[in-house]
């Protein structure tokens, strides 16, 4: 069945996506190829997500091409203070920093993590009428410095508030911006900057696929499938039972450009257990022994658990480890721990609470473009019985308030 768009009108608030109505000027528009997503993380979900033929018009006619959608998305979920857009650079990327630049659309900041202070711009001689328009969210106790050019449609800044503000590069000398207000917003969003994320209660999709429910569709592959043990009671999946370490099960998650965006900083939340003490890792993204910068999460004979940022350069110094003695559970439950790196400090959470906090080397980069695996590293044996009920992954470092906030957002067993 074709999916419904229905605009809602020029002057309406809302949108329709089959039978569901949504607010306008929430939601992004994100493309890969011919496939389009419709997804706010301050909304907490996927509103659209198919091919463009999996669409239909109010009129009940498909589109004709992924151009012909974007567009028709673009003013339905914008609405009348929607931006002018170019067909053919429809692509959001999310930067961070109050840096400006207009090759293609962007979006500055996020609705959890706004700009602060003045705007600036980097202009080098190549932009046209046809490139640079975005969104910027910001908030502050005074209004920003524009940059030069910058003249406005409409709208007044709420001094303390969080604003979105709208533009479109012109020329050099004009670029047309409006400025919203999103009073009343709570700013603590979880969902934002989520690029993976695993439920394993709902088991797998065809093909013995793990879908992710982030939004972003990086879906993971099970290998061995004849090996992993589900139990649907507990929601969960145990992996590498095998007493052949060859055949045991684990699940690769091919490279994407949203995994891409861990670089820098990043937040990991595992809800895991063992059956028995069994160290080994239990999440890579590089090679071991290939030589590129990477991470990986994994538990050391004493049962503690290990983060090891960019372990081929800095061995010992880009590691850190929970405190003693052990704390995940051994007796086929699961707990949660959640990691963080900051560029320059690894932190460990359990329970909500901050258990370690280690520091290494400043300002590392652990962006490679391999596939991620979860159950081992590639190039290492896959760890023995692993029981994992949540996997999930943000480019961005959680605030403790968030941290405490995934127990109710993502129902993990505390």
Do not use: C
């Not at 990327?93 to 003045?118: V, W």
């Not at 012109?170 to 969003?189: A, C, R, V």
């Not at 257990?273 to 999440?283: A, L, M, P, T």
């Amino acid at each position: 069945m074709a999916i419904k768009l229905i605009p809602g009108g020029a002057d309406a608030d809302v949108f329709t996506v089959g039978n569901k109505t949504y607010p306008k000027g929430r939601f992004f528009l994100y493309r890969k190829g011919e496939t389009v997503l419709v997804n706010s993380n301050e909304m907490g979900g996927v509103v659209a997500f198919g091919h463009y033929t999996d669409f239909e018009d109010e009129q009940g006619k498909s589109f004709g091409s992924v151009d012909d959608l974007m567009g028709y998305l673009d003013d339905m979920i914008f609405g009348k203070r929607g931006i002018v857009h170019n067909k053919s650079q429809l692509d959001y990327q999310h930067t961070e920093g109050s840096i400006l630049q207009y090759d293609r659309r962007r979006m500055f900041g996020s609705q959890a993590n706004p700009l602060t202070g003045a705007i600036t711009d980097y202009h080098d001689g190549t932009v046209d009428s046809t490139r640079g328009e975005g969104i910027i969210f910001h908030k502050d106790e005074n209004e920003p410095h524009y940059p030069s050019g910058f003249v406005k449609g409409s709208g007044t800044y709420a001094v303390g508030q969080l604003n979105m503000i709208r533009y479109q590069y012109f020329t050099q000398d004009f670029k047309l911006y409006t400025i919203e207000n999103l009073t009343g917003y709570d700013g603590q969003d979880v969902y934002d900057g989520l690029v993976l994320h695993y439920d394993f209660s709902k088991g797998t999709d065809i093909g013995n696929s793990i879908l992710d429910q982030s939004g972003f569709d990086n879906n993971g592959f099970l290998d061995y499938p004849e090996d992993a043990i589900w139990d649907e009671d507990a929601g969960t999946v145990t992996l590498g039972n095998n007493e052949d370490s060859e055949l045991r099960s684990f699940i690769r998650v091919p490279f994407s450009k949203s995994l891409g965006y861990v670089k820098h900083e990043f937040t990991i939340m595992v809800d895991f257990g063992k059956r028995g003490r069994f160290s080994g890792v239990i999440f890579g993204t590089n090679k071991s022994g290939g030589g590129n910068n990477g991470l990986n999460i994994g538990i050391v004979s004493d049962g503690r658990v290990e983060l090891e940022v960019n372990e081929e350069s800095l061995g010992a110094d880009g590691r850190g480890r929970s405190t003693s003695p052990a704390l995940y559970p051994e007796d086929g439950s699961t707990k949660t721990f959640v990691i963080t790196y900051d560029g320059r400090f690894i932190r460990f959470y359990y329970n909500g609470s901050l258990n370690k906090s280690t520091e290494i080397s400043e300002g590392e980069y652990v962006y490679n473009e391999e596939d991620w695996y979860i159950g081992k590293q590639n190039g290492r044996t896959v760890s023995l019985i692993t029981l994992i009920r949540h996997f999930a992954v943000w480019d961005r470092v959680l605030s403790g308030e968030e941290i405490a906030d995934l127990w109710d957002k993502f129902s993990v067993s505390k």
